[in-house]
């Protein structure tokens, strides 16, 4: 048996009415989507500047849900250990120092990179390379703090630890998934004067510092000290490592040792913030 052809035109006709419908109430629903994201200010990024000032945005608020999030995970932890009667050892503030876990604070240096400005002398005799701030700048400065004593380091408001790893791209920096224009602003507790005299002792630096006053590049040092202390806030990231491996003959956190003895000495310097500064 066949169908009667009436019932396939009427079929059709149905369909045709039924995908009008669709697309009259689509086009309704993206009108008052459009009016209500009018009405609330809010509107897409038209340009890559402005995406990525929305993406920068939103990675600040989520990292803010994670360090709230991981409160809560070591509030339960906590709590669970103490309800099962487990014992957790608590790891010395050396460990916590070292690992970027704690808030530290103490004397250190200040230092300030920043592009050349447009009306830097010398400009079009130079490479554009020459004018901005480079990934290997950065990391030299960093490479010369560390060796200079530096018990803790920051870059701009990023606790800096042993897996950080910073990557420039044109002339933005990126860090722990946030992204930085320059001026960029590194801070390292530790000895002033054993920290500048390392800044002195590095070529790369060195370099860096002919060519701001050759070219204008931003370069600046400032001391803190006992008495205005640097504060430096806690890693607050993920630690997990999926895979690693120590060289032969690598000595593991060299500055450990140090920073417990510090520890024991009541005139330590860096110390995990409690509310009172360093003596």
């Known amino acids: 048996m066949t169908d009667h052809p009436h019932r396939a035109r009427r079929l059709i006709a149905r369909g045709t009415l039924s995908v009008a419908l669709v697309l009259a109430l689509s086009g309704a629903l993206f009108a008052a989507n459009a009016k209500f994201a009018h009405g609330s200010g809010e509107r897409h990024p038209q340009d890559l500047v402005e995406l990525t000032k929305a993406e920068a945005s939103r990675v600040e608020r989520l990292s803010t849900q994670v360090d709230g999030l991981h409160a809560d995970v070591v509030g339960l932890t906590d709590a669970e250990n103490a309800q099962s009667g487990t014992e957790v050892g608590e790891p010395s503030e050396g460990y916590l120092v070292e690992g970027g876990l704690v808030p530290v604070e103490g004397p ?63 002339n ?27 800044l002195s002792a590095s070529d790369e630096v060195q370099y860096y510092v002919q060519d701001s006053d050759r070219v204008g590049l931003g370069w600046s040092v400032s001391d803190s000290n006992r008495s205005s202390p640097l504060k430096l806030s806690a890693y607050s990231g993920p630690t997990d490592l999926e895979a690693a491996q120590v060289p032969e003959g690598t000595e593991i956190l060299p500055g450990l040792a140090d920073a417990e003895a510090r520890e024991r000495d009541p005139s330590s310097r860096a110390r995990a913030r409690t509310g009172q500064a360093a003596p």
């Open 108 to 170: 250190g240096l200040t230092v300030r990179m920043n592009d050349a400005p447009p009306d830097s002398p010398r400009r079009d005799d130079v490479s554009p390379d020459t004018l901005v701030v480079h990934q290997q700048d950065i990391q030299a400065v960093m490479n010369a703090l560390w060796a200079g004593g530096a018990e803790a380091m920051e870059i701009m408001d990023q606790r800096i630890i042993s897996t950080s790893a910073i990557h420039c791209a044109g």
């Open 172 to 198: 933005v920096l990126r860090l722990h998934g946030r992204i930085y224009s320059p001026p960029y602003v590194i801070r390292a507790i530790g000895n002033p004067d054993k920290l500048r005299r390392a």
